[in-house]
């Protein structure tokens, strides 16, 4: 089968959340008709203004919330509950604090305990974390807390890695360094990633296509293909290329920001 006629990797159709306002009768249109895919291997960024549903989407195809409205399909498997077909790193850095970093990725294997061990070793070495395997969170800073969240959630093999704001706590090196670490681990593996940022340098530079959602109640605004060619390092965010693309993606959030703005004037 052709790539153009392979079933996605992750369908989302028609999904909508609607939440209840606290203190009110009214409820809270937080996302309304979403549709989109994503292919097999495809590094596709969601980027939106604040409050725009990108988070509460990622967290339906996580199964971690429930949908009031429409499906989100994994290899054709409707999503209903947490799952390992998807692995899933959050902005805070999710370990357990009394388990080294070993143990940590190892907490998210099955198998005997030398297979487990094998297994989390490889990952904090694609990490480069394996000379600190044996310490614990307290230990590390927060790029390596992050790093052992990556390896964990990789260490089970899941089908769509699913990252919600990852690097967004972190300081502007750490983060520029972590970019570069999830680029060269994805061009090395090809891992179909769903990644949510606000940061559109971030996005332009990680992905091989970009949506960009409407304010509030969110929908896919439109898809951007990012058509620089990798392998990337960082000279790309200094050639006329990637300005093209990070003017586009301001100008487009930009005017969903201004829109948002207005309708809360409307409002007041």
Same mark, same amino acid.
């Given at each position: /089968? ?54 509460? /989407? ?119 360094? /972590? ?39 969110? +929908? ?38 201004? +829109?948002?703005?207005?309708? /809360?004037?409307?409002?007041?």
């Amino acid at each position: /089968m052709s790539p153009a006629l392979a079933a996605p990797k992750l369908s989302v159709r028609g999904l909508r959340k609607v939440f209840a306002d606290r203190g009110s009768s009214d409820e809270v249109v937080a996302l309304d008709g979403v549709d989109f895919e994503i292919a097999e291997k495809e590094f596709v960024t969601v980027i939106g203004t604040s409050g725009c549903g990108k988070s509460t /989407m990622l967290s339906i195809i996580a199964g971690l919330e429930e949908q009031s409205e429409g499906d989100a399909i994994v290899d054709g498997e409707h999503v209903v509950a947490p799952g390992r077909d998807r692995g899933v790193v959050f902005q805070s850095y999710t370990l357990f604090p009394w388990l080294t970093a070993q143990k940590n990725v190892e907490f998210a294997l099955r198998g005997s305990k030398s297979e487990r061990a094998e297994i989390a070793r490889e990952h904090l070495d694609l990490v480069g974390l394996d000379r600190f395997a044996d310490s614990y969170p307290s230990q590390l800073s927060g790029g390596m807390r992050q790093r052992v969240a990556i390896a964990r959630a990789l260490s089970y093999k899941p089908q769509v890695l699913l990252m919600d704001e990852p690097f967004g706590a972190l300081d502007a090196q750490t983060r520029q360094l /972590m970019q570069e670490l999830l680029t060269r681990v994805w061009e090395e593996h090809r891992l179909t990633v769903m990644f949510v940022t606000h940061d559109i340098d971030e996005a332009v530079f990680l992905s091989d296509r970009v949506l960009v959602m409407t304010a509030r109640p969110g +929908r896919i605004k439109e898809e951007i293909p990012i058509g620089i060619d990798r392998p990337r390092t960082f000279e790309i965010f200094s050639t006329p290329e990637f300005f093209e693309y990070k003017a586009r993606l301001l100008a487009s959030v930009r005017e969903e920001s201004l +829109r948002s703005a207005e309708a /809360m004037e409307v409002l007041r």
